[in-house]
């Protein structure tokens, strides 16, 4: 989802979303910060879904901290937008440059794997 503005309804819906891209026996568990709206008192989770939050001030555990970092600087740093609708736009294409292989080696976390492993 890119949208304008980040808020309790907007995380919501997109966990209302994700719930249902999941198998009847699938349950998902989310990684996130302890942003506003992830631990607002009127965020309702689905049943299947999970959420596992990060302590405070660690964006160093935080892989998605990465990965936004990338579209922002290879495909959104150093131009001028004409208006609002065209940095959504070159957002969205930026967010969807992203392939797989990238993800993966921007979002690695070698000291989750050594845990992981151990």
């Not at 907007?10 to 719930?19: C, E, I, V």
């Not at 740093?77 to 993800?103: C, H, K, P, Q």
Request: aromatic share 8%; hydrophobic share 45%; net charge negative.
């Amino acid at each position: 989802m890119i949208t304008p503005t980040v808020n309790t309804a907007l995380m919501r819906q997109f966990l209302a979303g994700l719930s249902k891209t999941l198998a009847p026996d699938e349950h998902a568990v989310l990684v996130l910060d302890n942003a506003g709206w992830h631990v607002a008192k009127a965020l309702r989770l689905p049943d299947n879904v999970t959420l596992l939050f990060l302590p405070a001030y660690s964006p160093e555990l935080n892989p998605d901290e990465r990965l936004w970092a990338w579209p922002r600087s290879h495909h959104l740093s150093n131009r001028v937008f004409v208006d609002y609708e065209e940095l959504l736009r070159e957002t969205d294409r930026a967010w969807l440059a992203l392939g797989a292989d990238t993800i993966k080696s921007v979002c690695r976390c070698p000291w989750i794997e050594r845990a992981v492993q151990a």
